[in-house]
Nanobody, 118 residues
Framework: QVRFVESGGGLVQPGGSLRLSCQAS????????VGWYRQAPGKERALVVSISGWDEKVYGDVEKDRFTITKDNAENTVYLQIDDLKPKGTAIYCCNSGDSVVRALGSWGQGTQVTVSS
């Protein structure tokens, strides 16, 4: 069974940074793409950035230089570094397969809440 568990969110002041972690099980990050997605209050869930098995990155409608995706294939873990956080970045951040078919066959985890506020 494919499962993704997110952690690392929290309350941070504008301009701060966070590093989110996504632990995958039943899923090989060295082979398959993993994406970070976010859902802000009242909005649809949207892609932040994904990373393929061969490290190709695809960004959503975000400021690319503030979001860094990396992974540790030995640990099947994908990280999202977010710098210079802004209040509009307040959202639930989730990770999941980068493949829409795989996402449709599975389910979303609880995600990790990121709140940007002074």
């Amino acid at each position: 069974q494919v499962r993704f568990v997110e952690s690392g969110g929290g309350l941070v002041q504008p301009g701060g940074s966070l590093r989110l972690s996504c632990q995958a099980s039943g899923y090989i990050t060295s082979v398959y793409a993993v994406g970070w997605y976010r859902q802000a209050p009242g909005k649809e869930r949207a892609l932040v950035v994904s990373i393929s098995g061969w490290d190709e990155k695809v960004y959503g409608d975000v400021e690319k230089d503030r979001f860094t995706i990396t992974k540790d294939n030995a640990e099947n873990t994908v990280y999202l570094q977010i710098d210079d956080l802004k209040p509009k970045g307040t959202a639930i951040y989730c990770c999941n397969s980068g493949d829409s078919v795989v996402r449709a066959l599975g389910s979303w985890g609880q995600g990790t809440q990121v709140t940007v506020s002074s």
